[in-house]
């Protein structure tokens, strides 16, 4: 495994974006580009898996390997830990791009105040968009709206946003994290990245 980094610096008052590859094998690699807008707290601007695009469970035991190093920016453990932690093993993961030709800020709306309490939202599948409803944070139902794994365990942060609701609806539903719900994906991974602990 190799891990190569490289940013790319813009005039002043503009911000730079950073890139790094980490080579699972001879003939896979993850490329990721990203921008800090809050040291450690990243955006997503690019993602892709070169050569077989479903992440195995040697590829998360080398995303591992690479997370116990030492000299990992904060806002490279943060994605190196969403693609550990949310990513599943044997999906197809398609390239995403940001949909911005300049640089987006992180886009979520926090719904810490709704934990508890019943909630909505939408997905599509296809050309269909479907409404579903559910209760914010409920460990009994698997932590709605929570952006990250283990519902109910405090060691990890509690972060909570509409994005990651809509995409727990759709995941819940149709028995995919990527698939189908693959847009509901990546708009949550943007919370997941740079949301504020409730």
């Not at 790094?20 to 580009?33: G, N, P, R, Y």
């Not at 609701?165 to 991974?189: I, K, M, P, S, Y």
Request: contains cysteine.
């Amino acid at each position: 495994m190799k891990f190569i980094f490289m940013m790319l610096l813009l005039p002043i008052g503009v911000m730079a974006e950073s890139s790094f590859t980490v080579e699972l094998s001879k003939a896979k690699a993850i490329q990721i580009t990203y921008e800090d807008y809050e040291e450690g707290r990243p955006t997503l601007l690019y993602f892709n898996i070169t050569g077989n695009s479903k992440l195995e469970r040697q590829d998360k035991e080398e995303v591992r390997k690479l997370l116990s190093s030492k000299n990992l920016a904060p806002s490279e453990r943060r994605i190196l830990t969403m693609i550990d932690e949310m990513f599943p093993t044997g999906e197809s993961v398609g390239e995403y791009q940001s949909f911005f030709s300049e640089f987006k800020a992180a886009s979520f709306e926090q719904i810490c105040h709704l934990r508890g309490k019943k909630h909505h939202g939408f997905y599509s599948v296809g050309k269909v968009t479907y409404r579903g409803e559910a209760t914010v944070g409920d460990p009994n139902s698997r932590c709605y709206g929570r952006c990250g794994p283990s519902c109910g365990i405090l060691l990890y942060r509690e972060v909570y946003t509409q994005e990651c609701f809509e995409h727990d609806l759709c995941n819940r539903r149709e028995g995919t994290q990527l698939g189908v719900c693959e847009d509901e994906f990546w708009r949550a991974a943007d919370g997941y990245l740079s949301a504020w602990s409730c």
